[in-house]
């Protein structure tokens, strides 16, 4: 099937026998697929796989420090745990969602009948499962998996690694193959694929967001490719990049690092600002506040990504100039983002709301997000930073950033695509116990972390004084509850899958876009006579 | 009655109340020194102007989820841009940003400004405890963990400073501007004693400056705050702010005390005294890795118990523990403890767990090793 659009023949165009026909038959359809709704499918499931193994981990650091003491686990296998939590949460779960979103979405809002590059994305989607696979394995190693937390600072994770570390180090590289060639096949679609008349200003702002998104990925993930084989070459061929009784600097791995990481942050969110952006107008029934102002501060945030990294690197011992600089820039991102709160709120503001699921997770977004963004014009102080710093005040900003951010807005978007996907309503009751259960668990399991952060407790501790015991127990318990709650949304999902009441091509009154004016579900090939947009 | 949440609160209630020393602590302390009064302001100006900006915004969503929904039978309005009001919310953030740069830069730059130190204190981290070495002054020690594995493991009832106590604390002098180079021996270490508000990685191979002025004496407990390996968790670090007077006492005791140590290097051991020493030295300095069985932790630490090399030759023996094993998380010892300490753990490793070699090492064995290197 051509992906190329003939614009002369809309209207009266799929003739050929070629243009009706469904997905193949059995296991093959998925390993072979070069359908980018099969492909969204696959990136999504994969993602929640890795969402509830890295949720488990997480459950079993939470029971370790439910009390003081060392009663489950023991300290080696505690850093494992955080570490595996780590890199499966931001490389396996976040990513992916977003990927399988953008797979799914992307080509519906632009009116493309599929992806730009069709067999890369099924190259790109399959390397995931090859890559986690390598990368949890370790795990059952002789000497255990990586154990330095998803940041691996050197010489910690060279020097001192556990053996594993090659198998670790080659699973990053194939993962950061897997996101350059999605993110490439998503910028070619978005610039070569879009319907006639749909200018750069009209895209939603979804396919803005992802825009922006696919480019950060294609300058950073170079930079942590050049991070773990540098790290590899310290390991394995006796170089000293990272090593100062070699002439290397060990801070040096940390500014490399950082330099993928920051914008990797804004990798992680900013698909999150472009379907919220498409959810609470539509639930509001108003169009968008500001919808210029809302591309030039993605825009904003994507370029000061690449100015901030040292933020992260302030107890290292940078020059006062340096340190400055880094703190000018960092609160610099508070002003975009501020813009883009604003906007939505403005968006609520006399409008006509109802709160059905996907409404619930993204005003939830809304809040929850900007009390992230408060903690963390906090942590850009550089002076109140050094008291804030490498504690759980940290943990607790940025778990307020990516779950109630990355986390609510894949939830939003996937209630709010479901019937699109589909083709049936999930169950709305059950939907709002999901949000609320996880909206109050949420809250429970992170907020206390800013309190005991404050009070003096470092992240990564297997174990702490009886001072922070209160909070920590409250936070374990808010996390078992967020933690068994997701299994309801896997019931909810399977649900809505095998049945429920039968979606309307446009189930949400006032949602906007190309998306819903076809059937729904969505037939396995569509826009293949590009819309017309005025 | 299970179901009634007033049930499940007084049960969940008690159970936080019945660990002893609990708390319910919320916010940063002010701390001991006029740096760290200054950041927690910092840290209170910041918080209440996040406060004011979340109560107006939140409070105007808020407003509108109330007010503005379809089951009050809002018409939607039709605005959807105005530039006034985009260039306005972004000014004012702006001007609020630059407001708050003004204090924390000065506060930064009086943090940076480490001249004219009074004393100066290496500070050296190891996987995992500190080193203090007073610079110009002959002393220098270790600081290490004292909390007992049964307390950790749950055998014994938790003391008030559970994970925050040492050996021997850092002491420094009341209202003296003491200057620390901050270093470490193996992986990245960070120094952090939050009433100072001093906090600095230690990395290997590079040396960062801090300081502080410490104004009422006390013990200030702090913990290592980057991730190091295993026992990151279990490196505290303690420092005792003394009178000036006691201080001057205190360095005179320790630098006796020194040499005293040197002495005891001629000193003629028995096989008993050695033993005695070395399960000691053993327990402080070998136990995290090789655990107190013997046992290890294989493949990452091995276990000595039956091990060659612990019932080989003695130069063997002597070597690993003077020189380490590149590569891996086994220090050299040579330069970290005394001739007398490490031939006290010798010899206990070499007649522990059933090794039963029957030998021992004396410090002029591993004094005569040393020399025979260089």
Redesign the interface.
């Known amino acids: 099937m051509s992906a190329v659009i003939d614009t002369d023949h809309k209207g009266h165009g799929h003739a050929g026998d070629d243009h009706h026909h469904g997905p193949a038959k059995g296991l093959m359809r998925w390993v072979l697929t070069t359908n980018h709704k099969d492909i969204g499918t696959m990136y999504l499931w994969f993602s929640f796989a890795m969402f509830l193994l890295g949720g488990t981990m997480a459950m079993v650091i939470r029971a370790e420090l439910f009390?003081?003491?060392?009663?489950i686990v023991?300290?080696?296998f505690f850093?494992q745990m955080t570490t595996m939590h780590g890199l499966i949460m931001v490389f396996g779960a976040v990513m992916p969602a977003f990927v399988g979103l953008a797979n799914w979405m992307i080509p519906l809002m632009i009116g493309a009948p599929d992806m730009a590059l069709p067999r890369m994305n099924n190259f790109s989607f399959w390397l995931l499962p090859a890559a986690f696979s390598m990368m949890v394995s370790t795990l059952f190693m002789?000497?255990?998996g990586p154990?330095?937390?998803w940041t691996f600072?050197a010489?910690?994770s060279t020097?001192?690694a556990?053996e594993s570390v090659t198998f670790f180090i080659f699973a990053v590289h194939l993962m950061g193959i897997s996101s350059i060639m999605g993110a490439i096949n998503v910028v070619a679609t978005i610039l070569n694929l879009r319907a006639p008349g749909m200018t750069l200003m009209k895209m939603p702002l979804f396919v803005w967001t992802w825009l922006i998104t696919a480019f950060l990925l294609i300058a950073v993930m170079p930079v942590l490719a050049g991070c773990v084989t540098m790290m590899l070459m310290d390991i394995h061929f006796g170089t000293s990049f990272f090593?100062?009784?070699g002439g290397g600097?060990?801070?040096l791995f940390q500014h490399v690092f950082w330099f993928f990481g920051h914008p990797e942050v804004y990798i992680m969110i900013l698909p999150a600002f472009g379907a919220v952006s498409a959810i609470i107008p539509a639930f509001?029934?108003?169009?968008?506040?500001?919808?210029?102002?809302m591309v030039y501060a993605t825009a904003s945030i994507a370029f000061l990504s690449f100015i901030v990294w040292a933020h992260h690197m302030f107890?290292?011992?940078i020059p006062?100039t340096g340190?400055?600089f880094f703190?000018?820039a960092t609160?610099?991102i508070?002003?975009p983002t501020?813009?883009k709160?604003?906007n939505w709120?403005?968006?609520?503001?006399?409008?006509?709301?109802?709160?059905e699921t996907p409404m619930l997770f993204s005003?939830a977004f809304?809040?929850l997000f900007?009390?992230g963004g408060?903690s963390g014009?906090?942590l850009a102080?550089?002076?109140?930073d050094?008291?804030y710093?490498?504690?759980y005040f940290v943990v607790a900003h940025f778990h307020y950033v990516l779950v109630p951010g990355a986390i609510f807005g894949i939830f939003a978007s996937a209630y709010f695509w479901l019937p699109k996907w589909t083709g049936h309503m999930y169950d709305e009751t059950l939907g709002k116990l999901h949000f609320w259960m996880s909206f109050v668990g949420m809250n429970l399991a992170f907020f206390p972390m800013h309190?005991?952060g404050?009070?003096?407790m470092?992240?990564?501790?297997?174990?702490?004084?009886?001072?922070f015991?209160?909070?920590n127990?409250?936070s374990s318990?808010g996390a078992f509850m967020f933690g068994a709650t997701q299994l309801l949304f896997l019931f909810i999902v399977i649900k809505c899958i095998r049945g429920g009441k039968p979606a309307a091509a446009k189930p949400w009154d006032g949602a906007e876009g190309l998306e819903w004016t076809i059937p729904s579900p969505a037939p396995y090939h569509t826009f293949q006579t590009p819309p017309e947009v005025k | 009655m299970m179901r009634h949440p007033r049930v499940w609160m007084s049960l969940?209630l008690c159970?936080?109340f019945s660990?002893?020393?609990?708390?319910?602590?919320?916010?940063?302390a002010p701390g001991a020194t006029e740096v760290s009064r200054?950041?927690f302001d910092?840290?209170m100006t910041?918080?209440w102007i996040?406060v004011v900006?979340?109560v107006v915004?939140?409070g105007?969503?808020f407003w509108?989820?109330l007010i503005?929904?379809?089951?009050t039978g809002?018409?939607?309005?039709?605005?959807?841009?105005?530039t006034t009001?985009?260039i306005l919310?972004?000014v004012v953030?702006?001007v609020i940003?630059v407001l708050?740069?003004i204090p924390?830069?000065k506060?930064?730059?009086d943090?940076?400004d480490s001249s004219e130190s009074e004393l100066d204190i290496q500070v050296t981290g190891y996987?995992w405890k500190w080193h203090y070495k007073y610079l110009g002054q002959d002393v220098e020690f270790f600081s290490n963990l004292t909390t007992p594995q049964d307390?950790?493991?749950?055998r014994a009832e938790?003391g008030?400073?559970?994970?925050?106590e040492v050996d021997q604390p850092l002491v420094v002098p009341v209202g003296t501007k003491v200057r620390f180079l901050i270093t470490s021996a193996?992986?990245?270490h960070?120094w952090?004693v939050?009433a100072l508000?001093?906090?600095?990685?230690a990395?290997?191979?590079?040396v960062?400056?801090s300081w502080t002025r410490v104004e009422e004496p006390g013990l200030y407990r702090?913990?290592?705050?980057?991730?190091?390996?295993?026992?990151?968790?279990?490196m505290p670090i303690v420092v005792e702010v003394k009178s000036k007077d006691d201080f001057a006492l205190w360095l005179t005791e320790r630098k006796q005390l020194a040499l005293a140590e040197q002495e005891l290097t001629s000193k003629e051991w028995t096989q008993e005294e050695l033993l005695a020493r070395g399960e000691k030295a053993y327990t402080t300095n070998c136990a995290a890795c090789h655990q107190p069985t013997g046992e290890g932790?294989p493949?990452?630490f091995p276990a000595l118990k039956g091990s060659a090399i612990a019932t080989g030759p003695v130069a063997g023996h002597i070597g690993i523990v003077v020189n380490g094993k590149p590569?891996t998380?086994m220090a050299a010892f040579g330069k970290q403890l005394s001739e007398v300490d490490i031939a006290a753990i010798i010899t206990y490793e070499r007649n522990a767990w059933g090794n039963k070699v029957g030998d021992m090492v004396t410090p002029q064995d591993v004094l005569a090793f040393k020399q025979a290197q260089e």
């Open positions: 009390q003081p003491g060392l009663q023991q300290p080696e850093n002789e000497g255990g154990n330095f937390g600072y010489p910690l020097t001192y556990p090593s100062a009784a600097d060990p801070v509001a029934r108003k169009p968008l506040f500001g919808y210029t102002s107890t290292v011992g006062l340190e400055l703190m000018y609160m610099l508070a002003v501020g813009v709160v604003f709120a403005s968006t609520m503001w006399r409008g006509s709301m109802t709160f005003v809304v809040i900007t009390i408060f014009l906090m102080i550089a002076p109140a050094f008291q710093h490498d504690t309190f005991v404050l009070a003096g470092p992240r990564r501790i297997p174990d702490y004084n009886m001072m015991a209160n909070f127990m409250v318990i | 969940l159970l936080v660990s002893a020393h609990a708390s319910w602590t919320l916010n940063m200054s950041v910092l840290h910041i918080f996040c900006i979340g915004v939140f105007a969503m509108s989820m503005h929904r379809r089951s809002q018409q939607p309005a039709h605005f959807h841009e105005s009001v985009e919310w972004t953030p702006l940003l708050m740069a924390a830069t506060t930064l730059i943090i940076y996987q307390q950790i493991h749950n938790k008030e400073h559970y994970l925050l193996d992986v990245i960070s952090w939050p508000a001093v906090k600095k990685d990395i290997p191979g590079f960062n400056e702090g913990q290592c705050a980057e991730l190091c390996g295993k026992d990151h968790g279990f932790l493949p990452m590569g998380a």
